[in-house]
């Protein structure tokens, strides 16, 4: 086992000092700090206690990073483990706060008039790559505006025009729009100035300043998900960038951008509240975060293709498209939670045109109807059973019947014998000489003559 490192005190870090400084003007140690430690004792000595203190600090830090001391500690990417608690704090405090606005915002509605009314917003980007920095290089973003007693609102969408993909990022680039949005990082004819993406951002969301006290609301999105095309870390970065192009009139934290799973769940838990019927109230009930998800996940929506941008219709690549996301993450949200407010469903808003306006009713029929059809299941332990409690009595069969007359394989036999042998089939077996003595063994085994009798025996 290696030997504990001893920390080094205040007076060698004083003597590194010294060294460095008297190697500047061509003095030389050839003992090394042996050497040094007789001249610079007696300076150490008469040395002020305000420079003495620059090399206790020095000695202060050493021995805190040789116990260890989280602040000092680095990671394998060389990040100052402190640098990584704090911000898993900032991010959990940042949840805490995240949640408690949704719970309040959706408790505060509470009559049926209120959420229905009650506007939300809802985001998605798709990206090109992701540089340096956790910097996201947009491809399109879609803002959508809608309420639960009118539906989609508004819809604000773009294609972005990356500009320069920074060096070795450009394959990166290609391969994920390939297997995505197939949106082409060159002559894309997307948006090219940030400033006017930022200023219809802001117009969409104006309307909601009123009932969020003057400030600009939320956005909801799904959280990180390479396989269905979701990223809230790619929005946060994206609008970040948007933000940063207003010189003017900057401030980082103006749009907030919060968790869809939770928004959904909560909104389904007050339909649940505010619900009349019991059936509306049992369909609206989601018991946990997990099932929202769920439920968002499944995207029963996207193959609708009148609701994407012209440049992903002609792709065939609607399932892919921003403003295909921001709506039928409406109309989903909607198919669920209109039911429970009485809330007349209206094609093109609530749900996809030509979608059944009666889905939910016949669903809960459907549901009401399996409940009286079906019947209850009774488990029987078998095992537990005893016999004589059982009340089975076999029943007596009647022998069957003889047959009528003798059956067509028997009539081709031969009367003489059962088998239908003669004696003919049946000759003598002459004993030969073998290798023993020739003694018959008289033992059935083929040493002496077979009888015509013993050979037709049963």
Known sequence: MPKKKTPRNAFYFFMLDYKARCERNGERFPNGLRDVQLEAGPEWNVLPANEKKKYEDMAKEEKARLK?????????????????????????RFKNEMNSYIENTVSSLASKKLLAEHKFYLVHVNYFCITEGECYHPAELAVSEFSLAEGIIDVYSTIISPGNIPLGYRHNAMQNAENSHKIPIDDNGGEKNFYNILIAVKNILQRGRASNGGMYPPMYTMPDNVSLNTSISAVRSVMKNLLSSDTEDYDENMF????????????????????????????????????????????VFNFIPNIACPFHYDEEAVEYCSKSYVQRWVYLICDHCCGPLDITIVQGKHIPLNADVNFQKKKL??????????????????????????????????????????????????????????????????????????????NGRGNSPLSFAAATRK
Not at 286 to 292: C, N, R
Not at 372 to 386: E, G, L, N, Q
Request: hydrophobic share 25%; charged share 35%; glycine share 4%.
């Open 68 to 92: 260890g001391d989280s602040s000092n500690k680095l990671t394998c990417w060389h990040t100052p483990y402190k640098v990584v608690d704090d911000e898993k704090d900032e991010e959990e």
């Open 256 to 299: 907030k951008i919060y968790s869809l799973e939770k928004l959904f769940l909560e909104l389904r838990q007050a339909c649940k509240k505010l619900s009349e019927s019991e059936e509306d109230d049992a369909e609206a009930a989601i018991p946990a975060m997990s099932i929202a998800r769920t439920e968002l996940e499944k995207d």
């Open 365 to 442: 029929e459907e549901k009401k109807e399996t409940e009286v059809c079906s019947k209850p299941i009774t488990w029987v332990d078998h095992s537990k059973v005893s016999a004589s409690a059982s009340t089975w009595v076999p029943r007596e069969q009647a022998p069957l019947p003889r047959p009528q007359r003798q059956s067509n394989t028997a009539q081709l036999l031969s009367k003489s014998n059962e088998f239908g042998y003669s004696s003919e089939d049946f000759p003598s077996i002459p004993l030969g000489r073998g290798r023993g003595r020739g003694t018959p063994r008289g």
